[in-house]
C-alpha cells in the first residue's frame, strides 16, 4: 500500500476508520454528524468552538470503512481488505458488538473477550504489515450505557450484573493490544461514565435530545453528542500522542 501524491508533488495523507456503530453518523443524526466524520471535518454550525480542529483541515482524506453492526471478524473480513493504500492515522472501534452477541451468558462472553483479543491482534498486525512506517493507531475502548450498574432501565435489555465487570475485561484486552503494538487509546469507557443511566433514558431513540448530558440513544448508540464526545477523546488521545500535524 503506497502513500499518494497530489498534483503538487505534497503527499495526501489518509485517515482510516475501521470498526462498528461507535464510529458512524447513523445515529447521531445523518451524514457528517458521527465521530469519525467529526474527527475529519468538523460541523462547525454545531460545534463553533471546534472550528479548525479537524483532520481535514490538516491535509487528510478520509476512507471510512466502517459500518453498523460489524464485529471483529467483520473488520478482518470486509473492512481491511478494502485498504487500497496504506493508511497515516487509524481509528479503531471494536469489540462491542462482539460482546453484545453473549449478552447475559457471562461464561460465553468471556471467550468472546479472548476471541476478540486475537483477532484484534491480527488486525493490529495487519495495519503494522509490509514496508514503512506503521500508521499512527488509535484503539478505542468500549462504553458502558448502564454507567457500571448493570441495568438500562426502559432499555428493553434484561440487566446482567457481570456486564460492567466484562466491559472492564474487555476494555483491558484492548489496551494490553495497543501497548504491546505501539498504539493509543482512547479510553471512551471512562470518558462516558455518568453519561448513560445516569444521565437519562440511553434507549430513547432521539439524536439530538435536549439533554446534552445523555450521550446515548438506542440504548448502544451514540448520539450526536455522544459522537462529539467521542471525537473529543480521540483529538484529545492524537494531541498527547503529538499526533496532530
Same mark, same amino acid.
Given at each position: #500500500?503506497? &502513500? $499518494?501524491?497530489?498534483? +503538487?508533488?505534497?503527499?495526501? %495523507? =489518509?485517515?482510516t @476508520?475501521?470498526g462498528?456503530?461507535m +464510529?458512524?453518523?447513523?445515529?447521531a443524526?445523518?451524514?457528517g454528524?458521527?465521530?469519525?466524520s $467529526?474527527?475529519?471535518?468538523?460541523?462547525d454550525?454545531?460545534?463553533?468552538?471546534? @472550528?479548525?480542529?479537524?483532520?481535514g483541515?490538516?491535509? !487528510?482524506?478520509?476512507l471510512?470503512?466502517? !459500518?453498523d453492526?460489524?464485529?471483529?471478524?467483520g473488520v478482518? /473480513?470486509?473492512?481491511?481488505p478494502? %485498504?487500497?493504500? &496504506?493508511?497515516?492515522?487509524?481509528?479503531?472501534?471494536?469489540?462491542?458488538?462482539? =460482546? #453484545?452477541?453473549? !449478552?447475559?451468558?457471562?461464561a460465553a462472553a468471556? @471467550?468472546?473477550?479472548?476471541?476478540?483479543?486475537? &483477532?484484534?491482534?491480527?488486525?493490529? *498486525?495487519?495495519?503494522? @504489515?509490509?514496508?514503512?512506517?506503521?500508521? &499512527?493507531?488509535?484503539?478505542?475502548?468500549? !462504553?458502558?450505557?448502564?454507567?457500571?450498574?448493570?441495568?438500562v432501565?426502559?432499555?428493553?435489555?434484561?440487566?446482567?450484573p457481570?456486564g460492567p465487570?466484562?466491559?472492564?475485561a474487555l476494555?483491558?484486552?484492548?489496551?494490553?493490544?495497543?501497548g504491546?503494538?505501539?498504539?493509543?487509546?482512547?479510553?471512551?469507557? *471512562?470518558?462516558? $461514565?455518568g453519561?448513560?443511566?445516569?444521565?437519562?433514558?440511553?434507549?430513547?431513540?432521539?439524536?439530538?435530545?435536549?439533554?446534552?448530558? =445523555?450521550?446515548y440513544c438506542?440504548?448502544?448508540?451514540?448520539?450526536a453528542?455522544?459522537?462529539?464526545?467521542?471525537?473529543?477523546t480521540?483529538?484529545?488521545?492524537l494531541?498527547?500522542a /503529538?499526533w =496532530?500535524?
Open positions: #500500500m503506497e &502513500r $499518494l501524491r497530489g498534483q +503538487s508533488g505534497v503527499v495526501t %495523507l =489518509l485517515y @476508520a475501521l462498528d456503530s +464510529s458512524i453518523d447513523v445515529y443524526g445523518g451524514p454528524r458521527g465521530a469519525t $467529526l474527527l475529519h471535518r468538523n460541523r454550525a454545531d460545534f463553533p468552538d471546534w @472550528a479548525g480542529r479537524d483532520l483541515t490538516r491535509g !487528510y482524506d478520509l471510512d470503512l466502517t !459500518y453492526g460489524a464485529t471483529t471478524s478482518l /473480513g470486509q473492512q481491511l478494502r %485498504l487500497d493504500r &496504506r493508511p497515516d492515522l487509524v481509528t479503531i472501534t471494536i469489540g462491542g458488538n462482539d =460482546l #453484545m452477541g453473549a !449478552y447475559g451468558d457471562t468471556e @471467550a468472546v473477550i479472548a476471541l476478540v483479543a486475537e &483477532r484484534a491482534e491480527r488486525i493490529l *498486525a495487519h495495519l503494522a @504489515a509490509g514496508p514503512g512506517d506503521a500508521p &499512527r493507531t488509535v484503539v478505542t475502548t468500549v !462504553y458502558d450505557p448502564s454507567d457500571g450498574t448493570g441495568a432501565p426502559g432499555g428493553g435489555l434484561p440487566p446482567w457481570d465487570r466484562l466491559v472492564v476494555n483491558d484486552a484492548l489496551k494490553g493490544l495497543a504491546r503494538h505501539g498504539a493509543r487509546v482512547a479510553d471512551v469507557h *471512562a470518558h462516558f $461514565l453519561h448513560g443511566a445516569q444521565a437519562g433514558d440511553p434507549g430513547r431513540p432521539d439524536p439530538r435530545p435536549a439533554n446534552r448530558d =445523555l450521550w438506542g440504548v448502544i448508540e451514540p448520539n453528542w455522544g459522537a462529539h464526545e467521542i471525537r473529543r480521540w483529538w484529545h488521545t494531541h498527547r /503529538g =496532530l500535524p
